[in-house]
């Protein structure tokens, strides 16, 4: 089973950017679509991108389109979710998913 370890969360003013990153391990990721989720607290988690095993194909939830960047690295076992401009509504935890696991998530607020 795939280990997917989340980082790179914090705390961000408005307008600001991040970069999330996603750490597999004990199986390589790299035949399985991967994707990024988020939860806010007291909502439903939400679809927010994904690529497919070969990068060859992307897809994002509305909310982040032309904000957020998804990508990976097959040889590294790793995704990335660059987000940039971005605001309140953009606090949440993101979760890394894809092989059939979850990560545990890292937390993302977008505060002045």
């Known amino acids: 089973q795939v280990q997917l370890v989340e980082s790179g969360g914090g705390l961000v003013q408005p307008g600001g950017s991040l970069t999330l990153s996603c750490a597999a391990s004990?199986?390589?990721?790299?035949?399985?679509?991967m994707s990024w989720f988020r939860q806010a607290p007291g909502k439903e988690r939400q679809f927010v991108a994904g690529?497919?095993?070969?990068?060859?194909?992307?897809k994002y939830a509305d909310s982040v389109k032309g904000r957020f960047t998804i990508s990976r690295d097959n040889a590294l076992n790793m995704v990335y979710l660059q987000m940039n401009t971005l605001n309140a509504e953009d606090t949440a935890v993101y979760l890394c998913?894809?092989?059939?696991?979850w990560g545990q998530g890292t937390q993302v607020t977008v505060s002045s």
């Open positions: 004990g199986r390589s990721i790299s035949s399985y679509d």
């Open positions: 690529i497919t095993w070969n990068s060859g194909s992307t």
């Open positions: 998913q894809g092989s059939g696991s």
